[in-house]
């Protein structure tokens, strides 16, 4: 008998034990695991999206703002129809029906994704069809009020290689950092009903919003050079133009219009080639408009002046060539202010051989050719100058009036500053002030790089350009009565090694009011076909917008 | 001389109670708590729409105040592009004035 309660008391320990056993191992041994798959269970992770800082204008009106849309999603398992979902898909969106029924013939998949960037309209006509399997995340698109306004000027935001948003050109891809902010996320446990455990566990790292731009851009200004530069494109049959209104004072560009142009809300249905911004990475030989700086240079060595008598009595040659005047007329004994009015060829050969070879390469590269001017737009590129010795006589001469030297538009008219504002290269911006999430504000402070000419200097040239404009070739265009310094160029295009007769490039630089410029601006026509000089295009262009700007800046015929 | 038990047994008592009492509370609090999710579930989703609506609106408002919008709807008023310019008098040249006033 007590044998037998002995092996029942055996038998039962026997059990305790492996139950102890069992407990130990779930309890002590697996802990870790187990408690990581209850803590996987129960603990959510919600990434915060950060929102992408706004681009402003000025007066602190939107160009680039976010709204909400929508990503499109499909759970396989779910659908019901599948053909209907795949038609009314194919349709709303405008994809292929082939890609979206490949997807969905890979059954191991459980979430596939359709769409990104989806607008708000269209997801509310898609739930209308009440699909099952069809979802729909929350995702945030640029959008721009004023449509292809600035486009060039802004850029665009596309997908980088990780599928995640990135600018691209302007504004959006150099501040791209800035703009893009910081996300953040969430982690706390959560119930079956997906109800956040306040007792349990929960981090929030917040989201940091991207900084807001204010820019320089005044969008009047943009909208009557968009308008005009349109509407001389089409009169003088260009196949591209472009327009620049900087503020001499600040640098600060105020409008940057190019042709043709792109809507950055729809880019991928533009030509690539039309993102890039020919103000900043096209390059083009400026022509006469040189002649003002190159005459600036010598006057502020003091190796000639306004006044001095020039014999303008035929052709020159140089090394070999013939230089003439672009109209073949030469009229005697003039001044050097009217080499400007003439826009003498033969006059600028004279003023550059006053000039030591050294001290003109200075010049040219101390108004920054050849180098990135360091405006804050991506994409930015510069030809480069020959090495000094590889200038030959005829090289020097050519430049002087602006052929046989390549630059970028922006470059033209950051050198053309130094004369409006009285002698100082400023750094052109596009960026007046950054907006920090906390409502701080980091203001772009102008830069002077170099002064390059005295203020005496500055207003003899001046006026010299008061004297182009009121007796040269746009006397006719100048509204009457307004003091404006300007100078016409018209190049001739360099194609394998020789000119091309007939294609030029047109151009026209101005500034008004003279003593204290408002504003400075830059036109260039790219092959025009009704004419090809830029009296006859450029400098109408630059004068109609002139017309509009003067009331708006408040500028009178007395200042 | 002191009756030790006595006084020891009201004190066991005491902190028996105390015990209990806290256990109800910290039960109670943990139960509210467990349902205030909701509520914060709730609060984030109504924050999530408002949010939207500000979006929607500031999109709105931005399209209505963009000036082609604005410029368009002056045209069909018919107010005028651009006032006529008009000179009535001879401007002083900026070397003139310079000298003039240094």
Redesign the interface.
Known sequence: MEKRLGFVLIFFLGIFLLILVKLFYWQVLSSDSLGGLAEKQRLSTIPIKAARGRILASDGSSLVINKRAYGVYLEPKKIDDKDKIISVLSKELELPSSSISANLSNSSLFWIPVAHKVDEEKVEDLKKFNLKGLTFMDEQKRFYPESSMAAHLLGFVGKNAKGEDQGYFGVEGYYDEQLSGRDGVLMQDQDALGNPILSGNRQNIPAEDGRDLILYIDKTIQYIVESKLKEGIEKYGAKGGSVIVMDPSTGGILALAAYPAYDPGIFSKFPSEYYKNPTIASFYEPGSTFKVLVMAAAINEGKVTAGKKFNEDGPVEIGGYTINTWNQKYHGEITLSQVLEYSSNVGMVFVEKQLDKNVFLRYIKDLGFGNLTGADLQEESTPQLRPANKWYEIDYATASFGQGIATTPLQMIAAVSAIANGGKLMEPHVVKSIKLADGKMINTAPKVKKIIYSKETASVLKEMMVSAVDKGETRFLKPAGFRIAGKTGTAQIPISGHYDTEKTIASFVGFAPVDKPKFLMLVTIREPTASPWGSETAAPIFFSVAREIFPYLKISATD | MFNTESKTLPVNIFLFLFLLILSAVQVAM?NK??I???K??SADQQIEKVE?EN??Y??KI??A????SI?QKAQNIGLS???A???????L???Y??RLNP
Do not use: K
């Not at chain 2, 310019?85 to 401007?91: A, G, I």
């Open positions: 943990l708590f467990s205030i999710g909701a914060l579930n939207g979006g929607l500031s999109e931005a399209s105040s963009s000036i082609a410029s592009q651009t006032p310019l008009l000179s009535l008098d001879t401007p040249p900026v070397a004035d310079l």
